[in-house]
């Protein structure tokens, strides 16, 4: 984990403290989005509702990364 990620880990932690996160995972989610085609994001986040999120913590875009985020709007 980097220093970005482990700064974000402790941060969804102090929020499972203040009874907003119920669980997180660093790569604790992956989704299916095409034949062949897989994202993983940084953190998979439970809210205490009871609702699923994932979180993206990025130092910098690879190129794959950057094509996958543009081709989605």
């Known amino acids: 984990m980097n220093k970005e990620g ?4 402790a941060t969804l932690d102090a929020q499972r ?3 907003e996160v119920t669980w997180f995972e660093l790569e604790g989610v992956n989704l ?3 034949e062949n ?3 993983t994001p940084d953190f998979g986040v439970m809210l205490v509702d009871g609702a699923l999120e994932v ?8 190129d794959d990364a950057r ?3 543009q ?3």
């Open 6 to 9: 482990a700064a974000y880990a």
């Open 32 to 34: 299916k989005l095409a």
């Open 17 to 19: 403290y203040d009874v």
């Open 67 to 69: 094509k996958k985020d």
């Open 55 to 62: 979180h993206e913590v990025k130092e910098f875009w690879q």
């Open 37 to 39: 085609t897989f994202y």
């Open 71 to 73: 081709n989605r709007g």
